[in-house]
């Protein structure tokens, strides 16, 4: 049996660099991105940018390059058929922080699971979102801001959250 890779778009955000590349996944994203027997992904063709101020290099083209899931804060797909990603259908909308990044979405969880819950309700550790907009927490050499249909946010990148539901009153 052979096994069926497909090729996605994909832009990675971590701590210090912004990725991007073509990922190639077995199965619908949300599940190949929490697969436990993937603790590394390969991206191929893609560029890496270093975000840290005054740093001595620039952007750098790459034909291959590896990401450890534990340094992902962020993983987007802005070019997704959302025909084939799988999500629950409750959606809480939360502002979130990660230590880069403030990530603006429609999180999909349960329909019972309180907005503190989300990142806590299934094993995870990609949680995903729709409707998304990211921006850097503070000025990097490199634009960052991104509007994306569907982005999945690493549980353990997180560290503030609100509801934006939640703030009205």
Do not use: W
Not at 117 to 140: K, L, M, Y
């Amino acid at each position: 049996m052979q096994v069926i890779l497909t090729a996605h778009n994909v832009e990675i955000f971590t701590a210090n660099y912004h990725l991007s590349g073509e990922l190639h996944m077995r199965g619908a994203p949300g599940i190949f991105l929490n697969d436990a027997l993937y603790p590394v992904f390969t991206l191929v063709g893609g560029v890496i940018h270093p975000l840290a101020q005054g740093t001595q290099i620039g952007a750098m083209n790459v034909t291959r390059f590896y990401v450890p899931k534990q340094s992902i804060e962020v993983v987007g797909l802005p070019e997704i058929d959302m025909a084939e990603v799988q999500l629950m259908s409750s959606t809480r909308r939360l502002i979130v922080f990660t230590e880069t990044y403030v990530v603006r979405g429609d999180f999909h969880t349960g329909p019972e699971t309180a907005s503190g819950d989300v990142f806590h309700v299934t094993s995870g550790p990609f949680f995903p979102a729709t409707n998304v907009e990211i921006h850097a927490v503070r000025p990097t050499p490199t634009d960052v801001r991104r509007k994306m249909p569907l982005v999945y946010v690493y549980r353990d990148a997180v560290q503030v959250l609100y509801s934006q539901d939640e703030q009205a009153g």
